[in-house]
């Protein structure tokens, strides 16, 4: 099971919104590459950076920061949010982002990215709100999912933004889309301690994405990897 670092992204900064609420959001640094460099020293060998700014307002400022976390770490990046088109696709890639994920609201490219770039290259982030998909009342979280494997991904992240930064994650979503879908499926939103990760090993998910646990310290990046990433 993968131990992923996450950062998200306002402003050029990095903050931890309170279940999905930019007005609640707590700033952890100025300086994200500083960041990524500790996630980097402590074992980390992936990243999740996540543009939490509505309709792109900062898009130029934080594409800088993950474009410099790319030239100056040797993370792998999965960047996320912040992306509508096939050019932002291919930008990211031009300054060394290593993959993508899109979501319910970039869904109409989704099959020309997986065309163009492969299933590798390309995850798939469900918003949810608990159990409700964000801006898609009435679909099935299963269901969806089932639907983005039929349509060729591989590489599904469930962020449950009413768990993130309460530290109380969404287990039960997570095993079931995991086990009705057959996909690589990576829990993100609420962790906040071992027992979690515990949790979560035994569903079988692939990786588990932690924000404000780790930059609160209340669970260390270098235990986590060690401990399950073996």
Known sequence: MRIIPAIYLS?????????????????????????????????AKLIHIVDSDPAHSAKEKNWKVVQAIAKNTSLEVIYSDGISTLEDIEALFAVGIDYVSLNQFSHGILKQALEKFGPEKIFFTIRTLKHVIEGMPGVDVIDFGGQLVKEGVKNII??????????????????????????????FGGVGSM??????????????????AFFEMKISPQDCISKFEG
Do not use: C, W
């Open 11 to 43: 402003g050029g900064n990095a903050v931890s919104n309170y279940k999905g609420e930019s007005e609640q959001s707590t700033l952890f640094t100025r300086d994200p590459l500083v960041a990524a460099r500790k996630f980097e020293k402590q074992g």
């Open 195 to 212: 027992e979690d990760l515990e949790i979560f090993q035994r569903t079988g998910v692939s990786g588990v994405m932690i924000s404000r």
């Open 158 to 187: 469930l962020r449950d933004m009413k768990a993130e930064g309460s530290l109380h994650p969404n287990y039960d979503e997570v095993e079931h889309l995991l086990v009705f879908t057959k996909a690589n499926v990576f829990a």
